[in-house]
Nanobody, 124 residues
Framework: QAKLVESGGGLVQAGGSLRLSCAAS????????MAWFSHTPAKEREVVAA???????YYSDSVKGRFTVSRDNAKSMVYLEMNNLKPEDTAIYYC??????????????????WGQGTQVTVSS
């Protein structure tokens, strides 16, 4: 059983930056595909960025060019660098791990482990 713990959320002004971290324990993540999901009361959880076990990446159109996902398997860490933040980025951000090995998946149901989430609030 893997445990994921997010950190790094907070309140930031539009145009600012945050770096989210996801620490994994209980199970190595080097052979998991990892993703960051956003969730708001108005929208279901959706992938904003994902990184495969072999460092292929995916970004949603809304964050492409502004967010960067990375991983450090030796430290069992996954990161989301968020730049040029916009008020519409305000959400709870969740780290998730998927045992689907062959491709990056975008459906929450394909992810096996989840963190508790970290709030990101971007003021205008």
């Amino acid at each position: 059983q893997a445990k994921l713990v997010e950190s790094g959320g907070g309140l930031v002004q539009a145009g600012g930056s945050l770096r989210l971290s996801c620490a994994a324990s209980g199970r190595t993540i080097h052979n998991y595909n990892m993703a960051w999901f956003s969730h708001t009361p108005a929208k279901e959880r959706e992938v904003v960025a994902a990184i495969s076990w072999n460092d292929n990446t995916y970004y949603s159109d809304s964050v492409k060019g502004r967010f960067t996902v990375s991983r450090d398997n030796a430290k069992s860490m996954v990161y989301l660098e968020m730049n040029n933040l916009k008020p519409e980025d305000t959400a709870i951000y969740y780290c998730a791990a998927s045992r689907v090995f062959s491709r990056i998946v975008l459906t929450p149901g394909d992810y096996d482990y989840w963190g508790q989430g970290t709030q990101v609030t971007v003021s205008s």
